[in-house]
């Protein structure tokens, strides 16, 4: 096993930032962008990893964590962002707290 395989992932919820936050042993390598909308709406609408980290698989823990955490909060999932989009269309343990994006959630992000 690579020490790359043994390096600490934590991901963080960052309200003050309306992000997700993934950090590789405490150094930061990307996040997932939110804006809470209306009744208990949560619009993910930007997920980036940073180049150095790229490869690993850490959108994925990132994006399963941050919609994870989200639920369990009470909040209903809108993928505004391309990859959360992508991530949802092959993870249907999501569905039932998944609703469509609207104009309102697009205007909402402006």
């Not at 150095?52 to 209903?76: D, H």
């Amino acid at each position: 096993m690579n020490d790359q395989n043994q390096q600490e992932v934590t991901i963080r919820d960052n309200p003050d930032q309306g992000r997700f936050d993934v950090l590789v042993e405490d150094t930061h390598a990307g996040f997932s962008m939110y804006k809470d909308f209306g009744e208990m709406q949560r619009i993910f609408y930007h997920t980036v990893i940073f180049d150095e980290f790229e490869g690993r698989g850490l959108a994925g823990t990132l994006t399963r964590t941050a919609l994870s955490t989200s639920a369990q909060a009470g909040y209903r999932i809108v993928a505004v962002c391309p990859y959360v989009k992508k991530w949802l269309s092959t993870h249907h343990d999501f569905d039932e707290v998944t609703d469509p994006v609207g104009r309102e959630h697009l205007r909402a992000l402006r």
